[in-house]
Structure formats: C-alpha cells, structure tokens
C-alpha cells in the first residue's frame, strides 16, 4: 500500500507507467514554489524566501508577485486575509512543468486545465501590531505560486501552513514544501489524500467526463476526525451566493456581461472580496470557459496597468477586481463597473436596487451597486430572487443558498450552450464519408444563419423558462472571445474525432492484400505514412483505443517483414518524423 | 464518488492482537471490549462507520522510525540512512471486526531542527509511538523528553502511549536482557504499552502495527459510543420538512455509501 493513494503502487506512476521520481517532481506538479514576501523599510515589499530556492521567477514576475501579495490600499486589513491573485508569465520562459503532467492535463474540464500564460498567487497576508518592529507592524504574506486554478483547494492549504510559518519560520516551510513533495500528482478522477502540516486534505480531482453539477466527493469519514483529516467537496468552486449577495439583484445581467466576454471592472474595498468577487464571475458561465483575461486582484503596479486601461483604445475584454481608490479615476471610462461596499451583516435582506448610470460614478465614495449602461437580452428571473431572499429570511444556510444559486447558473448556462453544441454535432461529416485511404473530411464550416435557422425549433425555450431576445444574445455571443475559445476547442475535438475515426478504418482494412497488389515503392510509403499516423495519435492523444493502435502497429511489422530483408532493417528503425 | 479498493488479505483483523510483555502493557485482556465487539457485529452505521486515527512516531534522530514504518507498510529495508525532512506519511488501511479502519501514520523527524515545527503534526494524535535505538541506551533516556513534547498538544488522558525499541538485530541476548529491564522500567513510568522490534529482520514490526491498530480502533469506537450515549438523553432532533428538499442530492449520496 503506497503512502497517499488509495490504488496502490500505481500512484507513485504516471499514467504511462514511468515513476515519477525525480525530487521536486511532485512538487512542481501542484506549486511553482511558494514565496514570501516581507516589506523592508528601503526596498519596499520583497521576496524574502523562495522554496523550492531551485525554483525560478524573473525579476517582473517577482515584482509582480511582490505588489499582488499586499494589499494596495489603506484598507486596514488588520489581522489575516486570504486572497487570489493571477498574473502573466513572463514571455519566453520554458515550460517548468514535467512533460508527463500535460497527459495529466488532458482528461481536466477546460475550466480546470493548467493556465498556458498565468500563474496564480494564493496570499495568506498577515498584518498586526508588533511594537518590536519599527514600522509598528508585523506585515508578511505567504505565497503559493501555481498554474492550477484549484482555489478553494489552494486556499485550505495556504491556510494550513502560514499561520504555523509565522510563528516557526522556515522548518516550516521546508517541511511542508517535503510533505507536497510526496503528494501524488493531480490525475483527473482520482481520490487524493494529501497530508499538509499534520491534517489530511482529501480532494477528488474532476475529469471532463464528470457531469456538471454534481458532487463527486462523498465524506464517509466522521465529524470527530475533522481536526486530523477535511474533505473538500470542491477543489475550485468559490462560494457564488455570498460573493454574489451585495449585487444579487443584479445576477442575470452579471451572467450575461460575463458570457459576452464585456469589460467589468469589481471594484471592493478589500482583495479577498475583489478576487472572490471576481472568480465568482467567472465561474458563473460554468461549464463554459471563461476564455479573456481576468484579474482576481489588480494594483497599478501591474504591468499590464498601462496596457489595459490606456484611454486610447477601447477597454478589453477582462475582469478586474481593484481596491486602489485611484481605479475609480482610471477606469471611470469602463462600460460596467460593480461596486462592493463593506460587508453587511448577514441576515440583512438586500432592498430591490437599480442599475445605476455611469454618470454618477465620478467620485470616489460612490455608492456600492451595479454601473452601466447595458440593457440585458434576456427578462429577469424573478424567482430565483425570490427564492433566495426567501432563504435569507428563512436564515436558510449559506452552503443551501450558493447550491441553489449554482444550480440556476449551471441550468442557463446549459440552455444557453445546447442549442450551440447541438448544432456543431451536426457539422461532422458523415461516417461514410470517412475512408481508410484519404484524409479525413474537414468538418462544415459554423453558419451564423444556419445556426439561428436551429432555434426555431430546437432553442433554449426547450429547457428554460426565461423569455426575452435570446436571437440577440446568440449573435452578441458569437462575435465574442468566449464563443471562440469553445468553438476552437469544439473543432479541435472534431478533428481528432476524425482522425481516430480514420485510424479506425485503417485498422480494419487488410492492408497485406494492398501491399501485395501495389509496388514496393507504395509500400514503403504507406509504412511511413502509418508509423507518422500512430506517433500523431499517441502526441496528440486522439481518442483511439489502445486495441487499435495495437492492431495498426501489428499490421505494420506485418508489412514490414514482407518486404526484402535490407529494406526491413531500415524501415524497423526509422523513427516516425 | 470515491472506490476504496478492498482492504489487503493480511489487514484484516478478527480477533485482539495480544500484547509483548505483560509487565508493561496497555491491558491485559485477551480479545476486545465485549461492548466493541457487539457494536461491529450490529454494524451500527454512524457509531461504528468507517473512521481514521492519527498515530504520530517520535523518536531520537536515526533510531530507525522510518524504516520500523517502510517495513510495515511496504514491506522493505533500506540500509541506506535518509534523514526524514519535517514529516513522512503514511496511511495503512485495515479491517477491524469487520469494520473498515484506517491509520494516518505521521513519522516526525528527530532532528533538533525540525522540533520547532513538530507540535504542527503532534495534534489530534490518538497514540504516540515513542521510538528508542536498543543499541544506544541514551536514546532511551531522551524518550520522556518526547513523550513531553508530544504530550503538550494532546490529551494524555485519551492518548494511547507506546515505547518501541528499534534494531534489536544489532545486539546479543544478553545485551538485550539488560536494555529491556530498563525499558520496561521507563514503559510502565510513563504508562505505555513496551514492544521490541528489527526492521531489519521483521521481526514483531507487524505484530506491533496489529496491536496499534486494534487497540487504538477499540479506544475510538468506545470514545463514540460513550459519545453517542451521552447524546441521546435529551437531544431532540429537529428535521424541518421544506428544508429538507435543498439537501435531497447530498442526503441521497450519504445513503448510497453507507449502504
């Protein structure tokens, strides 16, 4: 029985069965490294630490790091805040990352795949008075650097360790960094029980087959272990209901500016609510990927500050959230702008609210509420408002409140994208287009105009009750980043699709009969056509059974051992290309 | 969902490991508590579903902690020494009266370094395995020192306590005799349950993780059913019908795994 898996020895594998062995290996399957950052009377805030010290950011990416881990207000986060934070690589760096890890990548929903671009930061930022210091004030932050967008994962363990590194300093760190070394990697559809300073975080890693909505992680465990062992329901879902409450009114009109890929700037007085707020936006559209760039947390040091809130050129497609007050200045010019006051008591029933016009968001005390001028295509669900404030009356727990409350997103969301996913299915060529001896067919090209020709008849009014422009939603949606990203990945699946689909009909012809009829030439030919096909499927891991590549690859010596002894050595050893 | 495989063939228990020496042992009694016994047959889910206990190993530094677990757990010796950095872990799946039990085996490092941090791991433990080198007679001297120090984060009135002497390969009987009088000597002052063992050869490494486990299950399963006695007298349980269908999913699920 193997440390940390429930199967075995096979969890010190890789899917392809090579052990993962390499010290740190494991480790960079789940964290870049984790930093922290101090703030020095001259330099200002810096890295203090690094582990692994192996581990390498450029000089931007810790300046990055470095502002993105403290907060950029006088907010007074007094005692400990948690927050997210995610920011561009740096151009031209290696992929880091052990390269059976991308395998791993492959069977993960798309929300949950590595971010190609971005690292995430998890902060546990802590700031108290300390008279022994001569700023008065302890101020540190711990930081988990990653390329997993794991957050309610991420945020336990951050929470685990740095309060314990603040009192104990790095032993701490350096046994924890031993503890995630042996960790098994994040494979899709595993059971993990991770060990972290003494508790056991058990987690299952979704897959892309799993079916949005559900929960797949069940706790048998009993309440009276919680202090040795937490089980998460969720590795990535934040808490939508209490980041969505200060503006729930306004739910419907939030989902669509999201689906759109509009510019929506959150603007909070803190950034665990900034960054909540915001991954709370983007998981909104849920299954859908959310494909512009987003910014749990942004300060004007970032280095992409200029680039996006230049006045010159329209605002891009991302979602900020900011706390600086000098963002209300700076991006007063934003199409749709959520403004979070402090936090309300809870129990407190929010009164109905208006979308409040640009024009009165100059100063910086404006009210909190929505801003803009965007009219939704679609009517108001006005009873899943009802339905929440009923709970909120009702004292209804907040777990029960953000159920619902994803369940309504999940369902629009699913209205929404069937009609498209439908339609797409439909511009795969026919099976009997597909032959062993030609390249497979392209699919159809996306028709706007075929397309909305399907709604009549097969449109979201199948599946949601909602009334309003859907036509005009769709034709928004589709000049948007985020139909694009799903439409790209969609094609991509179907390429691959039909690829297999030809590898298939390959497998199935008898391909000695073919050798025999053609010259030795043609046989060569298709030799190296086939062993490039088999190299193809097994890179980019088309969906073709292992059975079938067996198959073709046996079909292949067979060729092979036909042909004269001279020609045989040399095809058994050329590598496909 | 998560599929636990079945528990290995050689995990499973049905009847109560006995203890090393009767002169210092936690009790006596040949096989479980009867009131234990009677829960697992009836199989009450809830008091008696599957549960986890938290076992820490402490120790001076290369006493032979971690290869005492790696011999148990995966069966090997490795003679090569590798310091342990801050804590390994293991988890060893077992099947107790038929109930399915598993051990979190927390294996600390004896460095001064690390000592700072420990107390982070000491928590929530259910038994402290103190571990002495048999051929170093001062690692036997440090061991009250550790069970001090594991003792500060845990309650030594429900803690189960175990004092291991590691490497008895290494020393002739008669050497052996003479550093167990000690031993069982310090075992009964702190009140643990003393075991004598060799990685190297095996030798009780299997028999003692049995002993562990079994009496640290029969502890947990009579702390719970005290617990749930307690609760019954005058806790009332309120189901309120309309909130009822907001948890249907979830209350769905739970049935299906405790079937």
Known sequence: MSALGMEGSEEAQTPSGEALSLPWDRFSSWLHCICVVGFDLELGQTVEA?????????????????????????????????????????????????????????????????????????????????????????????????????????????????????????????????????????????????????????????????????????????????????????????????????????????????????????????????????????????????????????????????????????????????????????????????????????????????????????????????????????????????????????KRPTEAQNAILRRHFLELTQSFIIPLERYVASLMPLLKSISAWKSPPQPKPFSQEEFMKTLEKTGPQLTSRLKGDWIGLYRHFLRSPNFDGWFRSRRKEMMQKLEALQLEALCNEDLLIWVQKHTEVESVDLVLKLKNKLAFAQREHLPVGVDTLQKLQGQVDTIIQELPEDLREILLKTNSS | MSVLPPVRRDRIVADLPQCFKKEACLHTRDSFHSKVTSACKQQRTGTVGFRISKVIVVGDLSVGKTCMINRFCKD???????????????????????????????????QERFKCIASTYYRGAQAIIVTFDLSNISSLEHTKQWLQDALKENDPSSVLLFLVGSKKDLISPSQYALMEQDAIKVAKEMQAEYWSVSSLTGENVKEFFFRVASLTFEASVLAELEKTNARKIGEVVRINSNDRNLYQSSKKNKQKCCQ
């Open chain 1, 50 to 394: 690094m582990y692994p010290s192996h581990a390498k950011l450029t000089d931007k990416e810790k300046t990055s790091i470095c502002y993105l881990s403290f907060p950029d207000s006088n907010s007074g986060c007094l005692g400990d805040t948690q927050f997210c934070f995610r920011f561009r690589q740096s151009t031209g760096r290696k992929s880091s990352l052990h390269c059976v890890l991308d395998q791993v990548d492959r069977d993960s929903p798309v929300y949950l795949k590595k971010d190609p671009s971005c690292f995430y930061g998890y902060v546990y930022f802590r700031q108290v008075r300390d008279k022994t210091l001569k700023r008065g004030y302890f101020q540190k932050s711990l930081v988990l650097i990653s390329k997993l967008p794991y957050i309610n994962f991420f945020h336990t363990v951050v929470k685990q360790i740095a309060p314990e590194y603040f009192e104990r300093n790095d032993p701490c760190l350096e046994a924890a960094c031993s503890d995630i070394d042996r960790w098994p990697a994040p494979v899709p559809g595993k059971t993990l029980h991770l060990p972290i300073m003494g508790l056991v975080v058990k987690v299952r890693i979704p897959t892309k087959h799993d079916k949005p909505g559900t929960t797949q992680l069940v706790d048998m465990t009993q309440q009276t272990d919680a202090h040795i062992s937490v089980a998460l329901p969720t590795i990535h879902e934040v808490d939508l209901f209490r980041c969505f409450s200060p503006v729930f009114f306004h739910i419907q009109l939030l989902w669509e500016l999201v689906l759109l890929g509009e510019p929506l700037v959150v603007m909070a007085p803190s950034p665990s609510q900034s960054s909540e707020t915001v991954l709370a936006l983007v998981g909104c559209i849920s299954p859908l990927k959310y494909c512009s760039d987003f910014r749990p947390y942004f300060t004007i040091h970032d280095s992409e500050f200029k680039e996006y809130t230049t006045r010159t050129q329209a605002p891009p497609s991302v979602i900020f959230g900011v706390t600086n007050p000098f963002f209300a200045k700076t991006l007063q010019h934003w199409p749709h702008i959520i403004r979070i006051g402090d936090v309300k008591l809870a129990g407190d029933v929010p009164k109905q609210v208006k979308v409040k016009k640009l024009k009165t968001l100059k100063t910086l005390d404006s009210k909190p509420g929505v801003y803009s001028s965007y009219k939704p295509y679609l009517n108001k669900d006005e009873e899943i408002i009802k339905q929440l404030q009923k709970g909120i009356q009702q």
């Open chain 2, 76 to 110: 090997v010796f490795d003679k090569n020494y590798k310091a342990t950095i801050g804590v390994d872990f293991e988890m060893e799946r077992f099947e107790i009266l038929g109930v399915p039990f598993s051990l979190q085996l927390w294996d600390t490092a004896g």
